[in-house]
């Protein structure tokens, strides 16, 4: 049924000692030998037997991944389904399998034809780990070493690849499908997976021990702002609050390092833009999953091989005022662009938001200062301030916990700009207590007491807060 696809006839190989001896299932030849040479001799048969097994097995993967290669046609798979390519890798095990030592059970059998297919068809040794929903994170550091990030925790894994070409054929697999590139004159890369998932990739010169790779996976179901509270990241009247700045239209900078949770709110709070507003995103590396309808999304494109071709997130930003929005949102504001956001901020475009790397609202605003300097926009600090105030009314800082647990640390408005100097009032922070017994970061939302600078915009809006949300909130 599927001898379409073959090239010639499949010959088996009887099991040579080489290929006992030198597996590939995902670790190198240098370390099933070191893990070999180290191992203590036992009188155990049954541990002695399962060493014996495990190398027998990945004999096995090996020779039928050799032969696929060999006798199939790789470019005709493009149009075969997934049922059609798993039986073909199926009969070749079992061709292969009765010139071994071992009897294989089905669970062996199935785990063999797994691996060789995702080999061939999808991300190889990365793509069980890319079909966890449990794993937010994978990065990995030279071919040996794998690590995950599992319910806020980073722990290593067991899955390694082959060698170092071995985990470059993987990574050019992924970044040519998405029409980006990565060799010695572009040396690193941004993408985006399929799923939606952001890659990032450094390979030598520029990665010392090997090639480097962060995947930043996003769920498929955008998370609310009731079930952020529900998981501790804020508190019912910080939440209360949000919904209302966002309803109000309020231009808010969601402000955190890496990985605290940034696009993750801003996803939350696209769920109170109104229906009848139209929103168009500007992203480097297009990862916003906003829970509205009329989105217009752009994303930036690298320059081509012959550096021409280049679409900033400045280019995107400009067009996108032309396009009648009511609110633009920015993934993330980290270069000149700058310059137009606050434009927008600034000129109807009310309810805008955007995400900045920084450790408080206060350094938020320095950044957003800094980026202008860098844009070559001489304008006086004084200026730039005044019109700072006037584009951005709220900070909301987000910070990722030693637990790896994401919280909002604080609510911060800015009211003006006097003297020169940008004016705030923080309407709630978080009050770190303590690390209870199983190391889970302790601690309660607290409201200032500062009502909101706000509060007559929020009333003309139809969405007047109670007093009491800015008291203090016991969690």
């Not at 180290?38 to 050799?66: N, P």
């Not at 709070?269 to 999304?297: K, M, P, W, Y």
């Not at 009511?326 to 434009?343: A, F, K, S, Y």
């Not at 584009?391 to 919280?407: F, H, K, P, T, Y």
Request: net charge negative; proline share 3%; glycine share 6%.
């Amino acid at each position: 049924m599927f001898e379409k696809f073959r090239q010639s006839r499949l010959v088996v190989l009887p099991p040579e000692e080489e290929s006992v001896k030198r597996p590939v299932a995902f670790s190198t030849d240098e370390q099933i030998s070191k893990e070999l040479s180290t191992e203590t001799e036992t009188s155990d048969a049954d541990a002695a037997s399962g060493r014996a097994r495990r190398m027998v097995l990945l004999g096995i993967r090996k020779q039928v991944h050799r032969q696929l290669l060999e006798t199939l046609d790789l470019s005709a798979l493009d149009h075969a389904g997934e049922a059609d390519i798993r039986r073909e890798i199926s009969e070749m095990v079992k061709e292969i399998a009765p010139h071994q030592p071992i009897v294989l059970s089905r669970t062996e059998r199935d785990q063999i034809i797994d691996n060789i297919y995702y080999e061939v068809t999808g991300l190889g040794p990365l793509e069980a780990l890319i079909k966890d929903d449990r794993i937010s994170d994978i990065l990995i550091n030279g071919p040996e070493k794998v690590y995950v990030e599992q319910d806020g925790i980073l722990k290593k894994t067991d899955i390694q690849f082959s060698d170092e070409s071995h985990l470059r054929r993987i990574l050019q697999k992924v970044v040519s499908t998405v029409g980006r590139r990565i060799d010695e004159m572009n040396p690193y890369v941004d993408a985006r997976l399929p799923d939606g998932s952001r890659l990032n990739a450094v390979i030598n010169p520029i990665a010392v021990d090997g090639t480097m790779v962060s995947i930043r996976k996003f769920k498929k179901d955008s998370l609310s702002l009731r079930q952020l509270v529900a998981f501790g990241a804020l508190s019912d009247n910080m939440a209360e609050y949000l919904m209302a700045a966002v309803k109000c239209r309020l231009n808010i900078i969601i402000s955190g390092g890496t990985g605290a949770g940034k696009t993750t709110l801003l996803n939350a709070l696209s769920s109170f833009i109104g229906d009848r507003e139209r929103v168009i995103t500007v992203e480097d590396t297009a990862e916003l999953n906003l829970q509205r309808d009329h989105v217009g999304r752009m994303e930036s494109r690298p320059p081509n091989i012959d550096g021409r071709g280049e679409v900033t997130q400045r280019d995107c930003l400009r067009n996108a005022l032309r396009m009648r929005p009511d609110r633009i949102i920015v993934g993330e504001t980290r270069g000149d662009e700058v310059v137009d956001m606050l434009q927008a901020m600034n000129t109807g475009h009310g309810g805008s938001m955007t995400t900045i790397h920084a450790n408080s609202a206060r350094d938020a605003t320095s950044r957003l200062e800094n980026m202008v300097a860098l844009a070559g926009i001489e304008i006086p600090l004084n200026a730039l301030r005044r019109q700072i105030a006037s584009a951005v009314n709220l900070v909301v800082q987000i910070n990722r916990m030693q637990d790896g647990s994401r919280r909002i640390t604080s609510i911060t408005e800015i009211t003006g700009c006097e003297n020169g100097v940008l004016s705030m009032q923080e309407l709630f922070a978080f009050e770190h207590t303590g690390v209870s017994p199983d190391d889970r970061v302790e601690g309660r939302f607290n409201g200032t007491g500062v009502r909101s600078h706000y509060t007559d915009h929020f009333r003309r809006w139809g969405n007047e807060l109670p007093a009491r949300i800015y008291e203090s909130e016991q969690q």
